[in-house]
Structures are given as structure tokens and as C-alpha cells.
């Protein structure tokens, strides 16, 4: 019997959504033959709205960076970039069965839990 290889999921992208989308995934689908990667340019994570406090003086950086695969324990990490995307053929540099990107520089102040 020939075996199925789990499908691929890749998040771009390891600000706040990106990483919260890969921990979630990681947690939901724990169970299934899925394959989670997480794309950043940058292998940690930073908790930007204390990085005032850090430039005051009142918090060391250290409490405001964490490693990115400290975060996400099951999801494969990659540092890099991505230079082209194509959506129709679903590959960034090899095939992909879903692309969740994440990429913004905005702050998302308030989140709904309604789901609707």
C-alpha cells in the first residue's frame, strides 16, 4: 500500500497573527497528519507593545523577545524570506496544500471570540 504524505501547511509570516495561527493549528490539529511550517524572516518574536518601556529603561529586552520555536514546539520553523508566491500552481519554493499569510504591519488592538 503506497503511503499518503500529511499535507503541508505554511504560515507566513511570525508577528502576532502568524505565530497565534501556528500555535492554534499546532494545537487543533495535533492529531491529523498535517505538517505545519511557520516562514519569518526573523527567529523570534517580538512583543512590540512593551518596546516603549524597553526605550525607557523600564524593562530589560530580554522580556519582550522570545524565540520563535520556544512558541511553537511541533510547527517546523524556517528563517527567511519568501520571494515569490504562486496561488494557482500552490507553491512558494515546493508545494504546499494551504498558505495562511500573515504578513502586516498594523496592530490588531481588540479580537472577537464570537467567531462570527
Aim: hydrophobic share 45%; aromatic share 6%.
Amino acid at each position: 500500500m503506497e503511503e499518503v504524505s500529511p499535507k503541508r501547511i505554511i504560515v507566513l509570516g511570525g508577528g502576532f497573527v502568524g505565530v497565534a495561527v501556528a500555535m492554534e493549528l499546532e494545537r487543533r490539529l495535533a492529531r491529523d497528519r498535517v505538517e505545519i511550517r511557520l516562514v519569518n524572516r526573523d527567529n523570534f518574536f517580538l512583543f512590540t507593545p512593551m518596546l516603549h518601556e524597553v526605550a525607557a529603561s523600564d524593562l530589560d529586552l530580554s522580556t519582550i523577545v522570545n524565540p520563535v520555536r520556544k512558541l511553537i514546539r511541533k510547527v517546523k520553523f524556517f528563517a527567511g524570506e519568501i520571494e515569490h508566491i504562486d496561488l494557482a500552481e500552490r507553491k512558494l519554493s515546493s508545494p504546499t496544500d494551504s498558505i495562511i499569510t500573515s504578513m502586516c504591519s498594523s496592530s490588531i488592538t481588540s479580537l472577537s471570540a464570537s467567531g462570527r
